[in-house]
């Protein structure tokens, strides 16, 4: 995949799990998960860097459950 396209695809798995926190009632952490990756910490480049850094250590694991664990950690359940 070009970075493009790499870009994309984690775009919609964040989106995603945003998506599913929100129509499971929790608002709380759909906004919490939009705010840590588009609009926190410089824009969300801590949450990219933590992101990118969790797929280059754990290449063998699906990027969507990276996503779903990391968001876990910062937004809570």
Known sequence: MSKQERYSYLTGLIDMRAFEAAQSGSGAMATCIYDAYYHGDDNGKAAWAKLLDGLRQFPDKQPA???HLL????CGK
């Open 65 to 67: 459950t990276i996503v």
């Open 71 to 74: 968001t876990q950690k910062a």
